[in-house]
T-cell receptor, first 115, second 113 residues
């Protein structure tokens, strides 16, 4: 199994509070991604990173920011959580870039509930 | 934007039966992939297809990259209870390390013992 750890695995928070989800990898892969999964929508890309300090937006980036100060860590921040951000969040990594081969390795997910 | 269409949303089959899933698009994709998500877990890559017309097997799974490059199918033969999960197709329109995968919405497969 790819060495990907997401934390926290479960979180309940209130509207308006900041939330940070962490993805930690031990594979030294260059590419890291944050997806959200919602019923009826499948997996949607929020942000991705192609190297330390290099990040870009995905299709549903509004309300989210990311940071990558080290190869192994990719943080997803909700500055002011809203109920529409209740979801399951998945981190994924790729050694060749998802666009190179399409082969992503996913973490186990972080379930976020915003009340 | 590019979309991948998977239907129906859910499928129910009897243990031992074969099942086929399609993934279609109005756009051309140059790579097709199939992922499976077990309940409570992250998706895992099952099969990757890189050439139009390619047919690839992985145990009881067989997938094909459509010749038009606008579709792919996944076959599961002799289904077993552990085949339960969500099956996603994914595609890459333009190869390149910074290109992004497009995912279908997934098909939830249930297997009755």
């Amino acid at each position: 199994d790819a060495g990907i750890t997401q934390s926290p695995r479960h979180k309940v928070t209130e509207t308006g509070t900041p939330v940070t989800l962490r993805c930690h990898q031990t594979e030294n892969h260059r590419y890291m991604y944050w997806y959200r999964q919602d019923p009826g929508h499948g997996l949607r890309l929020i942000h991705y990173s192609y190297g330390v300090k290099d990040t870009d937006k995905g299709e549903v980036s509004d309300g989210y920011s990311v940071s990558r100060s080290k190869t192994e860590d990719f943080l997803l921040t909700l500055e002011s959580a809203t109920s529409s951000q209740t979801s399951v969040y998945f981190c994924a990594i790729s050694f060749a870039g998802g666009g190179g081969t399409g082969e992503l390795f996913f973490g186990e997910g972080s379930r976020l509930t915003v009340l | 934007g590019q979309q991948l269409n998977q239907s129906p949303q859910s499928m129910f089959i009897q243990e031992g039966e074969d099942v086929s899933m399609n993934c279609t698009s109005s756009s051309i994709f140059n790579t097709w992939l199939w992922y499976k998500q077990d309940p409570g877990e992250g998706p895992v890559l099952l099969i990757a297809l890189y050439k139009a017309g390619e047919l690839t097997s992985n145990g009881r799974l067989t997938a094909q990259f459509g010749i038009t490059r606008k579709d792919s199918f996944l076959n599961i033969s002799a289904s077993i209870p552990s085949d339960v999960g969500i099956y996603f197709c994914a595609g890459l329109a333009v190869p390149g390390a910074n290109s992004k995968l497009t995912f279908g919405k997934g098909i939830t497969l249930s297997v009755r013992p």
